[in-house]
């Protein structure tokens, strides 16, 4: 999805909030939520954007915003992990579902939408 002739990217112009003046690819708005230094303003922001989209065209924005999540999906499955005795595999779905339950349900207004999808992921594979 941000390979190609017309990869998937966000008008970072049009969400302002610290971010760059312009069109960028997904893999490089990845790279700016990753950032320490990017606010959480700009990160919610970007997060409000992603499930806007994810609820008005699902295919290709529902998968989007889950690799978009990948990373915190990673440290929760780091934190959760080890004290799992089953099939690790069962764990990370129920923290993909978790995800993509609260995804499905979140208002796009929301203030924090990063944290409210991050802990509904946690508490579904706790």
């Not at 049009?14 to 303003?41: H, I, K, M, N, Y």
């Amino acid at each position: 999805m941000t390979a190609g002739p017309q990869p998937l990217s966000l008008d970072c112009a049009a969400l302002g909030c610290g971010l760059p003046d312009e069109e960028l690819p997904l893999d490089q708005v990845r790279l700016l939520l990753l950032r320490r230094r990017t606010s959480w303003v700009t990160k919610d922001a970007v997060w409000q954007e992603l499930v806007r989209r994810a609820h008005a065209t699902p295919e290709p924005w529902t998968t989007v915003a889950a690799a978009m999540m990948m990373p915190g999906l990673k440290h929760i499955a780091g934190k959760l992990g080890s004290r799992f005795c089953g099939d690790r595999n069962d764990l990370d779905s129920e923290f993909l579902e978790g995800f993509l339950q609260a995804l499905d349900v979140a208002d796009a207004r929301s203030p924090k939408i990063f944290g409210q999808l991050y802990w509904a992921a946690f508490r579904r594979g706790h």
